[in-house]
């Protein structure tokens, strides 16, 4: 595997064990029980070199000084938080590595992604998922950020927080793909639509098939296969057959194999320079099986980005 943009040969796994972008406990295990798992040893398997030092480490903020910013919670810990993770994203990006971060649940974006467009800002992103994560904080009803770290790295329209000011709008609708959509809030079907956002649910995938929804994502966001791929994948997007657990699991998922290869073919254009897996909470299994099912897809999905292959 040869890179169009890394300069080196090396993985910067950033872990990242942070639950405050949604309300169930155990998201923030995730990092760990993958790296328990093996996940290092699978990345020095495939031929890289690794920086990893430790956990990510976050501030701490008491709840009492960080009520609610109209519907949103705890919005203060999830900007601050992210601000570190996007510094952390960009110093792994600036100088070559490749950057892998394991959530925690995807209110990470706003940091992963804000890192990887500092340093490659004609960047494309790549969204695997059940879930748009599109709502604003004018739109949301949970008021869990996790649902909303794309309306604030497009600076949608409420998204002018003084808290996220830090977070620039760097990512354009054209730069945006969506695949395995199943669970879109009816604003948030309209955000997509008013602002031509490409999305491919699993009706596409059911009826074009993965090969093509992947060409045609790619075609949407990279037409020239010219420019740096941030891929973020939120497990959820998988069957709950096939990753259980996870805190927001909807039927009618992307299979073991229509997940890898998504992963397997945007490897295979060596333009990847970014990787998150999000979400995976080994809590919320209903055995100890399903726990390790889905600890060993985020694993599987991991050595897929970074070449492994079939053959």
């Avoid at 900007?79 to 952390?88: G, L, P």
Wanted: charged residues 25%; negative net charge.
């Amino acid at each position: 595997m040869s890179s169009k943009f890394l300069s080196s040969r090396k993985v910067s796994v950033i872990g990242c064990p942070f639950s405050g972008g949604q309300p169930k406990p155990g998201v923030d295990d995730g990092p760990m029980r993958l790296v328990e798992a093996g996940l290092l040893d699978d990345v020095k398997n495939l031929g890289w070199d690794i920086d990893f030092s430790d956990h990510h480490k976050f501030a701490i903020i008491d709840e009492k000084d960080d009520p609610p910013i109209g519907k949103l919670k705890r919005p203060r810990l999830v900007s601050k938080t992210n601000e570190d993770v996007a510094e952390s994203v960009y110093n792994s990006a600036k100088h070559g590595n490749l950057t892998l971060t394991l959530g925690g649940d995807h209110s990470l974006a706003m940091g992963t992604v804000s890192g990887t467009f500092r340093q490659y800002p004609e960047a494309c992103l790549i969204w695997i998922d059940a879930h748009a994560d599109i709502n604003t904080p004018e739109t949301t009803d949970t008021g869990n950020l996790h649902g909303c770290p794309v309306s604030f790295l497009m600076g949608l329209p409420g998204t002018d927080i003084p808290e996220y000011s830090w977070i620039k709008p760097v990512l354009k609708a054209e730069r945006l793909v969506y695949i395995g959509l199943r669970d879109v809030d009816p604003e948030e079907k309209r955000i997509l639509k008013e602002n031509n956002i490409k999305a491919f649910s699993m009706h596409h995938v059911d009826k074009w098939g993965i090969g093509r929804v992947v060409e045609m994502a790619l075609d949407a966001v990279n037409p020239n296969r010219d420019r740096p791929i941030h891929l973020s994948f939120d497990v959820d997007a998988c069957d709950p057959s096939v990753a259980p657990s996870t805190g927001t699991p909807v039927r009618g998922g992307l299979t073991f194999r229509e997940a890898h290869y998504i992963v397997e073919a945007i490897a295979e254009t060596n333009l990847l320079v970014s990787f998150d897996i999000m979400e995976v909470n080994p809590t919320l299994g209903t055995s100890p099986e399903a726990v390790d099912a889905t600890v060993n897809i985020g694993r599987s999905l991991v050595r897929s980005a970074l070449g492994e292959t079939l053959l």
